[in-house]
């Protein structure tokens, strides 16, 4: 079993920073990958950025490419999720999700676990 909690949300302006962070429980978190996922008022819960179990293997969506960076400490149990030159359309509610297995995935339907988000809001 494993129990994800994110922080780090919050109001910032266009152009601005923010990191967050998923925390986890279990002591097999380190065998998981871990993705964020986002889902804006009225859309679908889209993929945002994947890291695989070792913190080898990253994947981001086009749309967050050079502009996001995740990254995991194991000794922590955490994952960090570094947002830079934030835009309005980043604005949502972000989730991170845990996924047993070696692969990276994007698809939520294969993550077994998640948090309960974090809103992030970027103003114009």
């Known amino acids: 079993q494993v129990q994800l909690v994110e922080s780090g949300g919050g109001l910032v302006q266009a152009g601005g920073s923010l990191r967050l962070s998923c925390a986890a429980s279990?002591?097999?978190?380190?065998?998981?990958?871990v993705g964020w996922f986002r889902q804006a008022p009225g859309k679908e819960r889209e993929f945002v950025v994947g890291?695989?179990?070792?913190?080898?293997?990253?994947y981001y969506a086009d749309s967050v490419k050079g502009r996001f960076t995740i990254s995991r400490d194991s000794a922590k149990n955490t994952v960090y999720l570094q947002m830079n030159s934030l835009k309005p359309e980043d604005t949502a509610v972000y989730y991170c999700?845990?996924?047993?297995?070696?692969?990276?995935?994007?698809?939520?339907?294969?993550?077994?676990?998640w948090g309960q988000g974090t809103q992030v809001t970027v103003s114009s």
């Open positions: 890291i695989n179990w070792s913190g080898g293997s990253t």
């Open positions: 279990g002591r097999t978190f380190s065998t998981y990958g």
């Open positions: 999700a845990a996924a047993s297995g070696l692969r990276l995935y994007t698809a939520s339907y294969l993550y077994d676990y």
